[in-house]
C-alpha cells in the first residue's frame, strides 16, 4: 500500500458525506457527494457503505475524517487535545483496516469550559499547512455548529463552538418565527441591520421576538424579517467570537453561501474578513496528513 500513488479523501458528516479520489499529483481528479451521513446508516453497515465509495472512486487507501470517527460512526476516533498541529492529529489517526485510517477530532477543556470537533481541524491544518492563512490568527469556521479557532504557531490553541446554524434552523421549523424565516437569506440591507444590532446586544432570546413584533406592528416588511434575523443570530455570533478582541481580519473558511454572510457581518464590526473555500482546505488537509503516513 503507497498513498504516494493516490487515496481516497471522506468528508464524512452527521447528514452527509463527500468523497474524493487524489491522484500520485495530489490533485483531485474525481469526487461525488450524497445523503448517506453516518446517522442515515444502519449499524453494522459502515464496511458496506466504505466500499460503496471505492465502487464509485476505485480501489485506493481511504482517510476518512468527520463524524465518522465519532460514537454515532463506524470506530470512534479519540480527540487529540488542544493545542494540535499536524502532527498530533496525523499520529493519532486510528485504523480500521488496514487500508482504512480515520482522523481523530481535536478537543479543548480548561477550568470552565470543555469543547470539541471533528473535520474543521482537518480544514484550519490544510490551510495552515498550504500557507492559505497566517500561522498565528483567528479563524471563523461557519456551520452548524460554528467554530471561533485560535491559530497559535501553525496549530489549533484553543477554539469555541455557538451553535448559531442549529439555532436557527430550530427556529426556522418549530418557532413562532418559522413562517417569517423561509427562503434564503443574502447580505443585503436588512442582514446588515440585523448583524449590527446582534453586535451591539446581548439580549439575544428577547432580540429574537422582536423580529415577529416588528412585523406585526408594521416597523418592518415582512419579506425582510428572515435577512434580519440571521443577521442578529450572526451578528451575535462573531460578537461572542470576538470576546471583546479587534484581530483587525478574521478567516472565514466553510461552504461560500455562509462565509459570504460571517464576512458581512465581521466587517459591519470594523474588521476585514478573508474567505476561504473548506473544500478547498479540507483537500489540502488530507493531503498533508497522507504525507504523514
Request: with cysteine; net charge negative.
Amino acid at each position: 500500500m503507497r498513498w504516494s500513488d493516490g487515496f481516497i479523501a471522506a468528508d464524512w458528516g452527521t447528514t452527509n458525506r463527500r468523497a474524493y479520489l487524489i491522484d500520485a499529483s495530489g490533485k483531485c481528479v474525481d469526487e461525488f457527494e450524497d445523503g448517506k451521513g453516518v446517522l442515515n446508516v444502519p449499524e453494522g453497515d459502515f464496511p458496506q457503505a466504505v466500499a460503496e465509495i471505492r465502487e464509485r472512486l476505485g480501489d485506493k487507501p481511504l482517510l476518512l475524517a468527520g463524524m465518522i470517527g465519532s460514537n454515532r460512526g463506524w470506530i470512534e476516533a479519540s480527540y487529540v487535545a488542544c493545542p494540535a498541529g499536524l502532527d498530533e492529529v496525523a499520529g493519532a489517526l486510528v485504523w480500521a483496516g488496514q487500508r482504512e485510517a480515520i482522523v481523530p477530532g481535536v478537543s479543548y477543556l480548561d477550568e470552565e469550559r470543555a469543547d470539541v470537533m471533528r473535520g474543521e481541524e482537518v480544514q484550519l491544518l490544510g490551510a495552515v499547512g498550504t500557507d492559505l492563512i497566517p500561522r498565528d490568527c483567528l479563524v471563523c469556521h461557519p456551520g452548524t455548529h460554528n467554530k471561533w479557532a485560535v491559530v497559535s504557531d501553525g496549530r489549533i490553541e484553543s477554539f469555541r463552538t455557538v451553535m448559531t446554524g442549529e439555532l436557527y434552523n430550530l427556529l426556522r421549523e418549530y418557532s413562532i418565527l418559522s413562517e417569517l424565516l423561509q427562503g434564503d437569506a443574502s447580505p443585503d440591507e436588512a442582514f446588515r441591520r440585523g448583524a449590527r444590532h446582534g453586535l451591539g446586544h446581548g439580549e439575544i432570546q428577547a432580540e429574537l421576538f422582536s423580529v415577529r413584533a416588528r412585523v406585526l406592528l408594521g416597523q418592518a416588511p415582512r419579506e425582510e424579517a428572515c435577512g434580519y434575523a440571521s443577521g442578529l443570530l450572526i451578528g451575535s455570533d462573531v460578537r461572542i467570537g470576538l470576546g471583546g478582541n479587534e484581530p483587525g481580519e478574521i478567516v472565514v473558511m466553510g461552504r461560500p453561501e455562509l462565509t459570504e454572510l460571517y464576512a458581512e457581518a465581521i466587517r459591519e464590526a470594523g474588521l476585514r474578513a478573508i474567505e476561504l473555500d473548506g473544500e478547498q482546505c479540507f483537500l489540502a488537509g488530507v493531503a498533508r496528513i497522507a504525507e504523514r503516513i
